[in-house]
């Protein structure tokens, strides 16, 4: 399969940060069964406009850049899911109170590095915000957005927030920002009634079998 191809999966946001979110981009977990739903460079690409990393027109000019560049498109998706992943193991590192490894920082880094490249500070009605200088036809022009925001979250208050599914299936991350800051599922709806259905059968299964 090509970088260009997609099989059109179906992407959710939940994580409450776009950082989390790419990193939910594999649907189940990475230790066990997982699909992949960055299939083709524009996979990346219509995902990237529905996080609102890139306009309509903007995703239309790299699809089309991509098309005739090939093997760049296929080196910038080898980019993105290197980066995804090592996000992804720095948080459940995080969470689960060890240490990230070294070289999933430095390919954060690598790519904060050069996301963080011709930046500058512009006056708007709102006051002075980051302005990031890129080019509309630059097809790796949604991965600095994703570690800056990576990069964001992990210096922030917020990171102590960052949870994983209690689903053992799923894997998801996210930020819990309710009251009491227990939230236990990405999705109470899909994973948090998977697992008591599951509980259900198995207690169901030990009062039948007696075991």
């Known amino acids: 399969m090509n970088a260009i191809t997609s099989k059109l999966p179906g992407f959710e946001f939940i994580g409450g940060k776009v950082c989390l ?3 939910n981009t594999v649907s189940g977990t990475r230790e066990g069964r997982s ?14 406009q529905e996080a609102a990393l890139v306009t309509e027109s903007q995703a239309k000019t790299l699809l089309y850049v991509a ?3 090939e093997g760049e498109a296929a080196t910038v998706l080898t980019r993105a899911r290197v980066l995804r992943e090592a996000m992804y193991h720095i948080f459940t590192a995080l969470i689960a109170g ?3 490894a070294g070289i999933d ?3 954060l880094n690598r790519e904060l590095r050069k996301g963080t490249t011709g930046a500058s500070v512009m006056l708007t009605t709102d006051g002075f915000v980051w302005e990031w200088g890129k080019e509309d036809d630059a097809l790796d022009q949604m991965l600095g957005p994703l570690a800056r925001s ?3 979250l992990l210096t922030s208050d917020e990171q102590h927030l960052v949870r994983q599914c209690a689903n053992m299936r799923c894997g998801w991350l996210f930020v819990d920002t309710t009251k ?5 599922w990405c999705r109470t709806t899909i994973c948090g009634n998977n697992v008591r259905v599951r509980r259900h059968r198995q207690r169901q ?6 075991f």
């Not at 960055?38 to 219509?46: A, E, F, H």
């Not at 299964?205 to 007696?210: I, N, S, Y």
């Open 21 to 23: 979110d790419f990193a």
């Open 35 to 48: 699909q992949e739903n960055l299939t083709g460079y524009s996979d990346l690409v219509r995902w990237s």
């Open 67 to 69: 098309e005739r560049d």
């Open 98 to 100: 060890t240490q990230p």
């Open 105 to 107: 920082i430095e390919a």
């Open 150 to 152: 990576a990069a964001t």
């Open 180 to 184: 009491n800051h227990r939230r236990h």
């Open 205 to 210: 299964l030990e009062l039948e079998t007696g």
